[in-house]
T-cell receptor, first 113, second 117 residues
Framework: AQKVTQAQTEISVVEKEDVTLDCVYETRDTTYYLFWYKQPPSGELVFLIRRNSFDEQNEISGRYSWNFQKSTSSFNFTITASQVVDSAVYFC??????????FGKGTSLLVTP | KAGVTQTPRYLIKTRGQQVTLSCSPISGHRSVSWYQQTPGQGLQFLFE???????NKGNFPGRFSGRQFSNSRSEMNVSTLELGDSALYLC????????????????FGEGSRLTVL
């Protein structure tokens, strides 16, 4: 069975601080896909990144970076120099063999001025 | 281009009633998935439709059903509503379903918030 754990329920930081959102996953599949989505107050989930299990190269996109480590089954997400607009709920997800997404419970990030 | 459109955005029903939610995918997208989001259970997969066929279904009772039309628009129906069905129902579309060439990226709508009294 697949499982995604986001141990941090809520995080509060002051603007310009760096923040890391943790994601730990469980799967028996040798090939799998991991995702991060952002959910602003409006409700829609916004795709941030997809990572294949065979590609452990970390990725940086502007202020966002992702650290994928198969050895620890983790796919962590870091926001550098956080901004108020980053306030949202962030979900880590694992795609199952049927292509449905198994989401973690989400981490609510609040960035205050 | 226009995003995923879900209607209605908000609705209130009473126990025992039924409800139909509508989802218009991004133009050209042929796969539509539905997810239920509740504070207790989080985001859970309901089902996916591709080319008018249900190709995957989550662990939900038969009261939850859906369909997809030839123009890729999708509807989901919940019959005999229960209090626990109160949730945000999110629709997501993608260009195709799983398989070669599918990045798996889903484009979500803003959801239909259902309250059951």
């Amino acid at each position: 069975a697949q499982k995604v754990t986001q141990a941090q329920t809520e995080i509060s930081v002051v603007e310009k601080e760096d923040v890391t959102l943790d994601c730990v996953y469980e799967t028996r599949d040798t090939t799998y896909y991991l995702f991060w989505y952002k959910q602003p107050p409006s409700g829609e989930l916004v795709f941030l990144i997809r990572r294949n299990s065979f590609d452990e190269q970390n990725e940086i996109s502007g202020r966002y970076s992702w650290n994928f480590q198969k050895s620890t089954s983790s796919f962590n997400f870091t926001i550098t120099a956080s901004q108020v607009v980053d306030s949202a709920v962030y979900f880590c997800a694992l795609r199952d063999p049927g292509y449905a997404l198994n989401f973690g419970k989400g981490t609510s990030l609040l960035v205050t001025p | 281009k226009a995003g995923v459109t879900q209607t209605p955005r908000y609705l209130i029903k009473t126990r025992g009633q039924q409800v139909t939610l509508s989802c218009s995918p991004i133009s050209g997208h042929r796969s539509v998935s539905w997810y239920q989001q509740t504070p207790g259970q989080g985001l859970q997969f309901l089902f996916e439709y591709f080319s008018e066929t249900q190709r995957n279904k989550g662990n939900f009772p038969g009261r939850f059903s859906g369909r997809q039309f030839s123009n890729s628009r999708s509807e989901m129906n919940v019959s005999t509503l229960e209090l626990g069905d109160s949730a945000l129902y999110l629709c997501a579309s993608s260009l195709t379903t799983g398989g070669a060439g599918n990045t798996g990226e889903l484009f979500f709508g803003e959801g239909s918030r259902l309250t059951v009294l």
